[in-house]
């Protein structure tokens, strides 16, 4: 049911019937197949196609074919059966075997990362011949009742406009990329938020590739060493890495070839067998040595461990002997270099302590290391950000920067709010507000391009990071320019293209701090309206189908709440009036509520008895 049903036939289904939108599906209300025939649709999704909210309706990969193309498939399908058994038989194996089969081979676990239709693409071409055979099929089946020399030109353009016709009027909005820079732009956003000669950690792929297209293409802020660090786990990449490149040097680097080439050092199991801090680079002079000593068997051998069924690559593999790292920190280059702003000088560290949690290092973290122990706080060192392990910030997530897109490692210590451990790091919010007001969005407001799922999530990191430093620069009484970094953000990212609409509640509180009232109260409408949509077309859901999606639908309702509250604390005589709207979305959920009769309201505890506010 999973590989075949909804991980095959839902993706053919897209192809040639129709799409509900572009987000991931897992198995809810959300990626599935439709046609655009509403009884049909309601029977398959088992939900009403009434009164749908904007964002499902207005979704540029809401595509809806009426069956059309799977028709004519399907029309060719049976008249090659018919015509040409063994042209028939090539076809369907070779439709199997690149749809269904490689399902079944592949056996796709739940959930991927994002949707593999175009694992099985093949047999979707297949079925694209098909089509073109049906409209052959058409012709022939009726050549002998329409005799005329028009027939044949008809029925093509009949089914050109039907079909292809169809399949391009829907399909365009969502496959057009003319006029679209927003990958190049978050490219950009990364470099520039880079000082200058900088060696850039970049965590992820889709991050990495925009930035290898900035840099290899367009020549964009070359000097800037950006390190793919699941590359950098192999030895041909890390050899890049040590050579210059553009105007880029070598990264910083004590290990040799041979002390990294395949096979070699792929993981350092840590073994503490003492408990001081050892300086990083006698820690990487101690992992590299051929002293026995240093080996995992002579650990092994004091310990009285049997070692006769131990790899003899594990015996000879050099150990980590304390989890305790010290990483020495350089004042004068440092300041000298830019990394620490000269007001912050009296904040700086004389070293930084690293605890290696895991029970390994593995060769990537080692040369970033590396990297790290060989540099002496002479180049900016960044992460991209969007992976909070603590690995991938080689351990040091408490001396962290955020300067604009990227997190640069600093020696002063924020310690991460365990409340909040997706904030990381301080904010020097002249150093970022200068990047950011020059950033360049490459039209990601504009309401003529796809705004597609990649570019929807990157606004969870443009939101999230400049709401922090709204939020510094109002602590620092700079109204004037959180205002306008607000602005920045609400002018490149609208409510209606982005989504992620809890992310904006920092936004309307921000408003309100800096005094501007009437934007604060446009932008919570803006935002309420979202939630009212959504509500009311559960509310027109059937009591069962409620139940399904009763997560969602409670999901709308704190999240709406949540909104309320904001208004509760900054504008409580507007709050008064939202609040009873707010309770006549509540009350068409009254059903739900536990313990109530019909004339007894349900008091909301999370809100202020003072505001008036009654969830009835």
Not at 378 to 398: A, E
């Amino acid at each position: 049911q999973y590989q075949l049903g909804y991980m095959y036939w839902r993706y053919f289904m897209w192809n040639f019937t129709g799409r509900q939108d572009d987000i991931q599906g897992k198995y809810d209300n959300h990626g599935n197949w439709i046609s655009g025939i509403q009884p049909i649709d309601e029977w398959h999704l088992g939900f009403s196609q009434d009164n749908l909210p904007s964002d499902i309706k207005n979704n540029k990969a809401r595509n809806t074919y009426y069956f059309l193309p799977l028709l004519l498939g399907l029309i060719g399908l049976f008249f090659l059966f018919n015509k040409d058994r063994k042209l028939f038989w090539t076809m369907l194996v070779f439709f199997l075997f690149t749809g269904v089969a490689i399902q079944f081979y592949t056996n796709v676990r739940p959930f991927e990362p994002r949707e593999r239709d175009y694992s099985v693409v093949g047999s979707f071409y297949v079925f694209a011949l098909w089509i073109g055979f049906g409209v052959f099929a058409i012709y022939d089946a009726l050549k002998k009742y329409v005799p005329s020399k028009l027939l044949a030109p008809a029925i093509t353009v009949v089914c050109l406009i039907l079909v292809p016709g169809i399949l391009a009027a829907n399909n365009w909005d969502d496959h057009d990329r003319s006029d679209k820079y927003t990958a190049k732009s978050m490219a950009k956003m990364y470099l520039d938020s880079c000082a200058k000669d900088g060696i850039l950690f970049s965590i992820g792929d889709n991050d990495t590739f925009a930035l290898w297209y900035a840099q290899e293409i367009e020549g964009y802020r070359t000097d800037v060493r950006v390190v793919n660090t699941s590359l950098f786990q192999t030895d041909w990449y890390i050899d890049q890495m040590k050579r210059k490149a553009y105007d880029s040097d070598p990264v910083p680097s004590q290990l040799t070839h041979d002390q990294y080439k395949y096979g070699t050092r792929d993981y350092i199991i840590k073994e503490p067998v003492i408990t001081d801090t050892l300086d990083i680079k006698e820690f990487l002079n101690f992992i590299t040595s051929d002293n026995p000593r240093t080996k995992y068997k002579y650990v092994l051998e004091q310990q009285g461990v049997d070692i006769s069924g131990i790899r003899n690559q594990d015996l000879n593999a050099n150990y980590l002997p304390t989890e305790y790292l010290r990483l020495p920190v350089n004042k004068e280059n440092a300041l000298k270099y830019g990394i620490v702003s000269a007001k912050d000088a009296d904040k700086i560290v004389a070293d930084i302590v690293i605890k290696i949690k895991e029970g390994a290092i593995y060769k990537n973290r080692l040369l970033m290391l590396d990297i790290i122990a060989n540099n002496d706080w002479k180049r900016p060192i960044y992460f991209t950000g969007g992976s909070f392990g603590d690995d991938d910030y080689i351990w040091m997530k408490d001396y962290l920067q955020l300067d604009g897109m990227c997190y640069k490692l600093v020696p002063i210590r924020t310690p991460v709010d365990k409340a909040n451990p997706f904030d990381m790091g301080r904010v020097d919010s002249d150093l970022m507000y200068e990047k950011v007001k020059n950033w360049d969005w490459g039209n990601s407001g504009s309401p003529d391009i796809y705004h597609d799922t990649e570019t929807r999530k990157n606004s969870i990191s443009y939101r999230g990071n400049l709401a922090r430093l709204i939020e510094q620069l109002i602590n620092e009484d700079e109204l004037d320019k959180a205002e306008e970094i607000a602005d920045i953000a609400m002018t490149n990212m609208p409510v209606d293209y982005f989504g992620y609409y809890t992310l904006l509640e920092p936004y309307v509180s921000a408003y309100y701090e800096v005094g501007n009232k009437e934007k604060a109260q446009q932008l919570f409408k803006d935002v309420a309206k979202k939630y009212q949509e959504n509500l009311t077309y559960y509310s027109g859901l059937t009591t069962s189908n409620q139940g399904h999606l009763f997560e969602d639908i409670y999901t709308d309702i704190q999240r709406y709440k949540g909104l309320v509250d904001v208004l509760v604390t900054y504008d409580p005589e507007f709050a008064k009036s939202e609040s009873e709207v707010f309770n006549s979305y509540l009350k068409l959920f009254s059903h739900f509520y536990e313990d109530a009769s019909a004339n007894e309201p349900i008091p909301d505890n999370d809100i202020p008895s003072d505001t008036s506010i009654e969830a009835n």
